[in-house]
T-cell receptor, first 113, second 112 residues
Framework: QQQVKQSPQSLIVQKGGISIINCAYENTAFDYFPWYQQFPGKGPALLIAIRPDVSEKKEGRFTISFNKSAKQFSLHIMDSQPGDSATYFCAASNGGSQGNLIFGKGTKLSVKP | NAGVTQTPKFQVLKTGQSMTLQCAQDMNHEYMSWYRQDPGMGLRLIHYSVGAGITDQGEVPNGYNVSRSTTEDFPLRLLSAAPSQTSVYFC???????????FGDGTRLSIL
């Protein structure tokens, strides 16, 4: 019940295309859903996050779509660029005193020029 | 601001050796955590702390110890290194659990 399942494991997209990464969770107590971006040799960095009171959040070319009834959330990268090539992790937590982040296994995105 | 600083960046150990991975943050964050990252496994929580003097186990705590004597520092100790502990270790911090976490750049540890 604590797992966060992420797909696909890897993704190749042409420059200018849309990259879509999906995550699913089981624990209905989760109330915070961040996405992290990680470049080789670096630590993960927070990209965008959503709470379940909204169905969508957009920041520039990055959008999170959230479906509470299906217990799924996804990251959409519009107009994908080679500089977006990185590993992306979804995560979830319940925000309380024991609200540790549970991470998905990651998606390696390659954007071809 | 330095954010989250991890040292060393790289380390090679022999089986049975002990060592301490250092983590320091300068953001006055109460919550700090240690993760290990292995290929295809994502980030798995080893230990965490919600404040000075308070630590608890995460998903994969065996073989590791932590302490939190100050708000700024959260060292991770490997008691007797094993090849299965070869991994990249990340330290992270945030104001509270469940809040945006700031990660260090990791320690790449190889155990022969």
């Amino acid at each position: 019940q604590q797992q966060v399942k992420q797909s696909p494991q890897s993704l190749i997209v042409q420059k200018g295309g849309i990259s879509i990464i999906n995550c699913a969770y089981e624990n209905t107590a989760f109330d915070y859903f961040p996405w992290y971006q990680q470049f080789p040799g670096k630590g993960p960095a927070l990209l965008i996050a959503i709470r379940p009171d909204v169905s969508e959040k957009k920041e520039g070319r990055f959008t999170i779509s959230f479906n509470k009834s299906a217990k799924q959330f996804s990251l959409h990268i519009m107009d994908s660029q080679p500089g977006d090539s990185a590993t992306y992790f979804c995560a979830a937590s319940n925000g309380g005193s024991q609200g540790n982040l549970i991470f998905g296994k990651g998606t390696k995105l390659s954007v071809k020029p | 601001n330095a954010g989250v600083t991890q040292t060393p960046k790289f380390q090679v150990l022999k089986t049975g050796q002990s060592m301490t991975l250092q983590c320091a943050q300068d953001m006055n964050h109460e919550y700090m955590s240690w993760y290990r990252q292995d290929p295809g496994m994502g980030l798995r929580l080893i230990h965490y702390s919600v404040g000075a003097g308070i630590t608890d186990q995460g998903e994969v705590p065996n073989g590791y110890n932590v302490s939190r004597s100050t708000t700024e520092d959260f060292p991770l100790r490997l008691l007797s290194a094993a090849p299965s502990q070869t991994s990249v270790y990340f330290c992270a911090s945030s104001y509270r659990p469940g809040q945006p976490q700031h990660f260090g750049d990791g320690t790449r540890l190889s155990i022969l």
